[in-house]
């Protein structure tokens, strides 16, 4: 974002409001705990080459700006930051500033910038891991909690070049990648014609892991977040910044400050309130594989799954799998399992990383079958259990008791007409979560919202073609828009697929992957 000329004028100003800080006392700071950055936030912004001084800043509250910009951390970083500390950032959140982290990272190979430290084309994607890993820790440092944006900024590249446009597009998506997986959100700072062009190219892919913020360079001089080069639905609601205004002397209280001027329309993404089994705030999926009888856990960016990690070997038995949300009230979210040998349910408390030992809920479950957590359906602050049994076709509700079940309630009959049930979640958004299950006969889906007394008249949201798919399962919010979202895989195909939630129905479904025809069941 700075020019050489800012980064001298900065620094000037720097060692200005320094010296005018020496004169107000030094009285030590009150520790404050900060906030998720920048926060929910719509106006007026600026940035600058060195976070000013607090002495400064008092002096900025007479600007009509309430946001800014500051260099966290990266080893393109030109300006010192001096001022730069946790009690800093601590004390201008407390003073109603929002702040939006930047890091300055390697840059494109064919940059048209000054940096002087560039991506390698052979490692982009691993260098953009690292770079999330080092934005993360100076987050971290200056008590940035998790729930933070943290933005790259990607400084304007020459757009012929193919392989340096890949290199950018892979460093980024390390990038995001990572900071998804620290519990941090991503955005990504650049100029329209390169960095945002390509992104705006690249945002369907299911390859590439895309910033969930965008802030774009554009000096018109004209205070919006549209744009008519980025679509309206891309980084939307309340995800862009506009850096409309290049770098230019401002005098606010006294003060001057060489900065570019911002327009913000911020919030953070919601995190998904279910399907999170590592706690970072984004949705994970579980899969049984059937050939090794293994467990596996598939890491969620929003985008794509990560690599597999193993859970445990064991599972062949197992034919269902649910994960009940926090069932045991620790924090993490568990696992229940059905063991077909002996009839028995299992709870498996989940760590954050593995399976903790196991304890045993029930025995004659092998009287019951499409068995589905369906969430807190009694609201009594525990997630529940519901289950159809085979020979009355009645559906029964097992409340969850923290490490056991409660009696059962029924909630109607006439279920064994229904196949592959699946909690999925509050999908309608009215507070109660809600159940999804298949008609076998037509192959229609059916949403059941959820009642503290049951479940409330279905309502189809999808007709036919859904007894080609099996393994469904209710994977949270896996985007992050609000909404919860749906994974199935095709059973004469073996690809994976994601369908978007849009409260009513789904959105036009996403192939994640191939090769899945040995997994399941998913959770």
Request: glycine share 14%.
């Amino acid at each position: 974002m700075k020019t050489t000329m800012r980064i001298l004028a900065s620094l000037a100003v720097v060692a200005v409001a320094e010296t005018a800080a020496l004169t107000v006392g030094s009285a030590p700071q009150r520790a404050l705990a900060a906030s998720p950055a920048p926060g929910s936030f719509t106006g007026q912004g600026f940035d600058a080459c060195s976070a000013p001084s607090s002495t400064a800043m008092q002096a900025w509250a007479a600007s009509p700006y309430r946001a800014v910009g500051v260099y966290v951390g990266g080893i393109n970083r030109a300006c010192s930051q001096p001022n730069l500390t946790a009690g800093w950032v601590a004390e201008q959140q407390a003073a109603g500033w929002h702040l939006v982290p930047i890091y300055m990272g390697l840059q494109a190979p064919c940059t048209t910038s000054n940096k002087k430290y560039l991506i390698d084309p052979a490692t982009a994607a691993a260098q953009g891991r690292a770079a999330g890993d080092d934005a993360v820790a100076a987050a971290t440092a200056l008590g940035l909690p998790r729930g933070s944006t943290l933005y790259d900024d990607m400084e304007a590249y020459r757009t012929g070049d193919s392989a340096c446009r890949t290199a950018v597009l892979n460093f980024v998506s390390g990038f995001d990648t990572r900071v998804h997986d620290r519990g941090y959100l991503a955005g990504l700072y650049g100029s329209m014609a390169s960095t945002v062009a390509d992104q705006v190219a690249a945002y369907s892919s299911t390859s590439l892991v895309r910033p969930d913020h965008l802030d774009f360079a554009r000096w018109d001089g004209v205070a919006t977040v549209s744009d008519s080069a980025i679509p309206s639905s891309y980084w939307s609601p309340h995800r862009r910044i506009k850096q409309y205004r290049g770098g230019h002397d401002e005098t606010w209280g006294g003060v001057t400050i060489n900065i570019d001027n911002d327009y913000l329309d911020v919030a953070p993404l919601p995190a998904t309130k279910v399907g999170d089994f590592t706690g970072n705030g984004w949705s994970d999926l579980l899969g049984r594989n059937g050939s090794n009888s293994t467990l596996y856990l598939y890491p969620g960016n929003g985008t794509n799954l990560e690599s597999r990690t193993s859970l445990g070997a064991g599972w062949g038995p197992m034919n269902s799998i649910n994960r009940l949300g926090d069932f045991t009230g620790d924090g993490r979210e568990d696992v229940i399992a059905r063991d077909t040998n002996t009839g028995y349910l299992w709870l498996y408390p989940g760590t954050g990383t593995g399976l903790g030992a196991r304890v045993r809920l029930g025995t004659g479950w092998n009287a019951m079958r499409e068995i589905a957590a369906v969430g807190d359906l009694t609201g009594d602050g525990r997630p529940d259990l519901a289950a159809v049994q085979t020979s009355s076709g009645y559906l029964y509700l097992y409340p969850g008791r923290g490490t056991s079940l409660g009696a059962r309630t029924s909630l109607g009959a006439g279920w064994n007409a229904m196949s592959e049930l699946t909690g999925v979640g509050d999908f309608n958004r009215d507070g109660r979560p809600d159940l999804i299950a298949r008609l076998s006969s037509s192959g229609d889906l059916y949403l059941y919202p959820g009642r503290s007394s049951g479940f409330a008249a279905r309502a189809r949201i999808g007709t036919g073609g859904w007894n080609s798919m099996r393994s469904l399962d209710g994977i949270g919010d896996f985007n992050r828009d609000g909404y919860p979202d749906m994974m199935a895989i095709h059973s004469s195909s073996g690809y994976l697929y994601l369908y978007p939630g849009r409260g009513t129905g789904f959105a036009s479904r996403i192939r994640l992957g191939t090769g899945w025809g040995s997994l399941g069941p998913l959770s």
